[in-house]
């Protein structure tokens, strides 16, 4: 199925899967998909992911991490921010503190998708996609 906003699509799908408790998900692969998969695999939210498929019918299957002793989800909360309706941008000043400085805030700036610590090192702004603790 065709959705407009694929980051959307894929924060529901983690989120989804996190809370059945499923190891695994399945996510349309495009290179914004891959980006925020990267980050949250670098900032360990999540044990891995993989890009499966061939053609036009490429996906990612992600890995999900779950705490050891409790079975709870490293993901406790996913929230989009920019949408296609409304994108939100910041400038290198105005970068969000996630719960002050536990969560990550995800940006897309001219150099790539990383988190807010990265882009605020690097001096740069650009557009909030999502927020993660």
């Not at 079975?71 to 503190?97: A, C, D, F, H, Q």
Request: with cysteine; aromatic share 4%; net charge positive.
């Amino acid at each position: 199925m065709a959705t407009n906003d694929t980051i959307a699509d894929m924060l529901t799908r983690i989120r989804n899967s996190c809370m059945a408790r499923h190891q695994t998900t399945e996510i349309p692969s495009t290179k914004m998909t891959r980006s925020i998969a990267k980050v949250l695999q670098d900032e360990g939210f999540i044990a891995n992911f993989e890009e499966a498929g061939v053609g036009v019918k490429k996906h990612l299957v992600v890995s999900l991490k779950y705490n050891t002793k409790t079975r709870t989800p490293t993901i406790r909360t996913l929230k989009r921010v920019s949408r296609p309706g409304l994108r939100v941008y910041k400038n290198r000043k105005e970068l969000p503190r996630v719960l002050g400085g536990i969560g990550i805030a995800i940006i897309s700036t001219s150099r790539g998708v990383m988190t807010d610590r990265e882009a605020r090192l690097q001096g740069l702004g650009g557009e909030v996609l999502c927020y993660v603790w």
